[in-house]
Every structure is written in C-alpha cells, then in structure tokens.
C-alpha cells in the first residue's frame, strides 16, 4: 500500500495507565515508520492524548460490581465522537463488541503473546503452589479457570495498573497472580518470574494480547493510516473470538475465554469455555476452518458459541447473572 504523503496531524488518545501509554507509544511508532514520519516529529504530528476513564478511577470493587468493559471505553469514545482526538487506542479485550453509534472498529496490528502468566516471587507452576494458596485477581474468568484447576485456591480481589499488583505480590498480599503476557511484555517486565500458562487448557480472554483502533465512521484518512499496520492474521482470529463473545452475551460479568489460532497453511482453529463463577461448571467447543476469512470466523465464532450457550442451558445463565 502507498504511503501517505499529506502532512497529516492525528490526535491518538489513550488511557492514562503505564500500560496503555506504552502499548499506544509502540503502536504509533509502527504507524509513524509506514507514514514515514521521522522520529523528531512523531509528538507533533501524532500526539498522545492521555484520558482517564471511569474504569481507571474505581480501585475498590471489581469493574463487575462497577458496570464491566464500558468503563475502559467511555470517555475516549466521548472524545472521538466531540472531535478532541481523532482515533483511540485500546487493549482489544477492553472494548465491547458492540461499539456506540458514528464510532468503528478497526483493524490493529499483530497480536502479541495472547497467554495468561502465572506470577511468583520464585516462578512456581500453578501445580507446585501450596494447599490453600492465594491468588490475587480482578477477573472472573482467570478467578474460574483457576478454581477449576486447583479447587482449593483462595482467590482475592487485585485490583491496579501491573506494577501495583506485582508490588501487592511482593509485600505478601498474595503467593501468586495471573497477568497478561502481552502486558508483562509492552511493560519490560517480561524477566519477572512467571510461568505462561497452556492456552488450550487456559483459554485468554477475547482479543487478549490484541490492540484495538477505534475512530470516528467515515473517517477515511484515519481508516487509511492504520490499514498500513493492521494484520491479516489477527483479524481473523479476533473475529472469532468476539463473535464467540457476542454469541454468548458476554461480558466482565461473564467467565468466558477462547482462542483462535491461524497456524502457518492458514487454517484458523478455535476452542471457547464458559465457565460458572465458582468453576464447578465448563462448557466448551471447537472447531477448525481452512484457509479462513474474517467473514468465516465470525461464523464459526458464533456457531461454537451458540453450542456453549445450547450446552450450559440456564445454568449458564443462573451461574453468570
């Protein structure tokens, strides 16, 4: 694709969080390289707008208790749509699938690490954690997969940006957490000890390790800007695992995991759980496609997810209000 030419000023906006300041940094460092835009005038030419979201400022509760993935949303969705910046950058598992009216979705550049890390003070597997050990997380999801795992675990709430849940690790408040690989990675924590846990036993969260770009509908010139990184390969898997989501009605208040993998002949695989907050209860499915597109992972996303939804029956619905 050409390069675009035009002396072009895009107000990328952001959360104000360590990481997502740094996951919009790399990303517009790509953006910049396919503009040509040399490194002295990437701050003015492509300016980060630091905004703080609802989501940032609760730190007592679970954003489950508080209004789930909108949180992280609403106020950069406010500044696209009244014109203070032009697109948004997110962590895709942040964003609803359903985004509001005059906004779009598009496509982000190559994922990173999709996996959960298990993180120690020693680097311990989740198996070698001692009887009664707790973990520290703010997600039903990895709060689910783990009891179902390990029974006997005692998860509490830890809530924070990464360097404050690893510093609650350190001062005891926890034997372990489950972080986000991508995060520990954009971060430069990545020589933290952890161990990356299966994501097929494990399966992330929708979109997870994947950034989202959203921008104001018929904004042509930002669309064409960011088709010059976006990737292929992860718009299909990630049409899959929000379809998946969608099918299910998913949400923070939901324990929901899936991967979607496109392997190197282009055949897309996807296996996707839901699971009761307690994690007595899974319901899974999978399925393959060759040579898929984004049209045909929607599709099956949302087949296999009507399949969880069909398997768990009320108690899906019981287990997850």
Same mark, same amino acid.
């Given at each position: 694709?050409?390069?675009?030419?035009?002396?072009?000023?895009?107000?990328?906006?952001?959360?104000?969080?360590?990481?997502?300041?740094?996951?919009t940094g790399q990303l517009r460092a790509l953006l910049a390289a396919s503009m040509g835009i040399e490194d002295d005038q990437i701050e003015a030419r492509l300016p980060i707008i630091a905004i703080t979201t609802t989501g940032d400022r609760i730190q007592d509760r679970?954003?489950?208790?508080?209004?789930?993935?909108?949180?992280?949303?609403?106020?950069?969705?406010?500044?696209?749509?009244?014109?203070?910046?032009?697109?948004?950058?997110?962590?895709?598992?942040?964003?609803?699938?359903?985004?509001?009216?005059?906004?779009?979705?598009?496509?982000?550049?190559?994922?990173?690490?999709?996996?959960?890390?298990?993180?120690?003070l020693t680097g311990s597997r989740l198996e070698d954690l001692k009887q009664g050990a707790v973990i520290g997380s703010? +997600?039903? !999801?990895? =709060?689910?997969?783990? %009891?179902?795992?390990?029974?006997?675990?005692?998860?509490?709430?830890?809530?924070?940006?990464v360097g404050t849940r690893l510093d609650k690790l350190k001062s005891g408040h926890c034997d372990a957490t489950l972080l986000a690989a991508a995060g520990l990675n954009r971060l430069g924590y990545d020589q933290t000890p952890h161990i990356l846990l299966d994501p097929h036993i494990m399966p992330p969260a929708i979109g997870q390790g994947a950034l989202a770009i959203t921008a104001r509908t018929g904004d042509i010139t930002t669309a064409a800007a960011f088709a010059q990184i976006a990737d292929p390969i992860t718009a299909v898997e990630v049409a899959a695992e929000r379809a998946f989501l969608?099918?299910?009605?998913? +949400?923070? !208040?939901? =324990?929901?995991?899936? %991967?979607?993998?496109?392997?190197?002949?282009g055949q897309l695989s996807f296996v996707g759980e839901a699971l009761s907050e307690d994690g007595k209860c899974r319901w899974r499915s999978d399925g393959s496609i060759k040579q898929a597109n984004v049209e045909q992972a929607e599709d099956l996303g949302r087949e296999l997810g009507l399949k969880v939804k069909a398997m768990a029956g009320y108690g899906f619905a019981g287990a997850m209000s």
């Open positions: 694709m050409q390069r675009l030419t035009l002396e072009l000023i895009m107000r990328i906006g952001a959360r104000g969080s360590p990481l997502s300041l740094a996951q679970p954003l489950s208790e508080a209004g789930g993935k909108g949180l992280f949303t609403k106020e950069l969705d406010d500044a696209l749509l009244d014109g203070r910046i032009d697109c948004a950058i997110h962590s895709l598992k942040d964003v609803p699938t359903q985004v509001p009216e005059g906004i779009v979705l598009l496509p982000g550049p190559k994922r990173e690490d999709r996996r959960d890390a298990l993180v120690t703010a +997600s039903l !999801r990895r =709060a689910a997969q783990l %009891l179902h795992a390990r029974p006997d675990l005692t998860i509490v709430s830890l809530r924070g940006n969608t099918a299910l009605d998913g +949400s923070c !208040r939901t =324990a929901i995991g899936a %991967l979607a993998q496109v392997d190197h002949h």
